[in-house]
Nanobody, 127 residues
């Protein structure tokens, strides 16, 4: 059974940093593109960042670009999201997701492209 388990969320002041981790029980983690999405109360789930199966290509939503960094360690079956300069509008539940290795470009930014999802971790940024 595939499991994605996020950790690292919490309460942080505006301007602070957090690093989210997502540990995956995928048989061949390196065969999957990985993404981070978030959902704020009353809003739809939105794309945050993604990384190709090899780690060679990364993708960011405009609000995340320049502040967030996605990375992966295929030896540890883990994907990370380093978040800095956090703002109150970053408050949301953050989800990691795993999708086919072929994801890239537009497809890697779309939630329906992903096959597996974690339960989410809450990030709250106070002003």
């Amino acid at each position: 059974q595939v499991q994605l388990v996020e950790s690292g969320g919490g309460l942080v002041q505006a301007g602070g940093s957090l690093r989210l981790s997502c540990a995956a029980s995928l048989r061949t983690f390196s065969n999957y593109a990985m993404g981070w999405f978030r959902q704020a109360p009353g809003k739809e789930r939105e794309f945050v960042a993604a990384i190709s199966w090899s780690g060679d290509n990364t993708y960011y939503a405009n609000p995340a670009r320049g502040r967030f960094t996605i990375s992966r360690d295929n030896a540890k079956n883990t994907v990370y999201l380093q978040m800095s300069s956090l703002k109150p509008e970053d408050t949301a539940v953050y989800y990691c997701a795993a999708g086919p290795y072929s994801l890239r470009g537009v497809s890697i930014k779309i939630s329906v492209s992903y096959d597996y999802w974690g339960q989410g971790t809450q990030v709250t940024v106070s002003s």
